[in-house]
Nanobody
Framework: QVQLVESGGGLVQAGDSLRLSCAAS????????MGWFRQAPGKEREFVAG????????HYADSVKGRFTISRDNAKNSVYLQMNSLKPEDTAVYYC?????????????????WGQGTQVTVSS
């Protein structure tokens, strides 16, 4: 099995930046596509960004495109989410996820493993 642990969340002001990290342990990391999802209070979990196992394919939600960047370092068994120009509507618990044999990289149900999340709060 794969264990995922997120870190890097915090309280920032609008316009600031944060870099989230997700460290993987257990089964091999390199064969998994990785995704970031978020869930705001009273909202359903939504897709934020995804990256293929080889790092050659990236996909972003329209709401974060141009502001967020997903990357992975397989040698360090880690995936990252660089978040720039943060907005109050970005406030949520952010989860990283890993999956193999995905039908859709933005479909939460296709992922096999999930972290416990890290809180990101953006004030006005």
């Amino acid at each position: 099995q794969v264990q995922l642990v997120e870190s890097g969340g915090g309280l920032v002001q609008a316009g600031d930046s944060l870099r989230l990290s997700c460290a993987a342990s257990g089964r091999t990391f390199v064969s998994y596509a990785m995704g970031w999802f978020r869930q705001a209070p009273g909202k359903e979990r939504e897709f934020v960004a995804g990256i293929s196992w080889g790092g050659d394919t990236l996909h972003y939600a329209d709401s974060v495109k141009g502001r967020f960047t997903i990357s992975r370092d397989n040698a360090k068994n880690s995936v990252y989410l660089q978040m720039n120009s943060l907005k109050p509507e970005d406030t949520a618990v952010y989860y990283c996820a890993a999956g193999s044999g995905l039908t859709r990289i933005d479909y939460a149900q296709d992922y096999n493993y999930w972290g416990q999340g890290t809180q990101v709060t953006v004030s006005s």
